[in-house]
């Protein structure tokens, strides 16, 4: 089992920046991937960043390009979304998840774990 929580959500205005963050706990090790995934009012969970922690490679949607960035700690033990340049279309609930990634990254049924989610709110 691996147990996930995230923290560091929060109100920002467009423009600025917001880190959050995601606890990891459990037998990590037998996972390949974590990722952040996001899901705004009315909207499906969708993919936002992923990285493999076995070589550091990471994955991002198109929309969040150049603007959000995924790492980890040195013990594999909290896993960051460094979130810039924020905008209203980012307000959403962040999720933190852990998976196996054998096919598609960025889909939802890659993972077995998840957090309990934290919100964000980009206001105008």
């Known amino acids: 089992q691996v147990q996930l929580v995230e923290s560091g959500g929060g109100s920002v205005q467009a423009g600025g920046s917001l880190r959050l963050a995601c606890a990891v706990s459990?037998?990590?090790?037998?996972?390949?991937?974590m990722g952040w995934f996001r899901q705004a009012p009315g909207k499906g969970r969708e993919g936002v960043a992923v990285i493999f922690p076995g070589n550091g490679r990471t994955y991002y949607t198109d929309s969040v390009k150049g603007r959000l960035a995924i790492s980890q700690d040195n013990a594999k033990t909290t896993l960051y979304l460094q979130m810039n340049s924020l905008k209203p279309e980012d307000t959403a609930v962040y999720y933190c998840?852990?998976?196996?990634?054998?096919?598609?990254?960025?889909?939802?049924?890659?993972?077995?774990?998840w957090g309990q989610g934290t919100q964000v709110t980009v206001s105008s």
């Open positions: 459990g037998h990590i090790y037998s996972t390949r991937c």
């Open positions: 998840a852990a998976g196996d990634c054998f096919m598609n990254p960025l889909s939802l049924r890659e993972y077995k774990y």
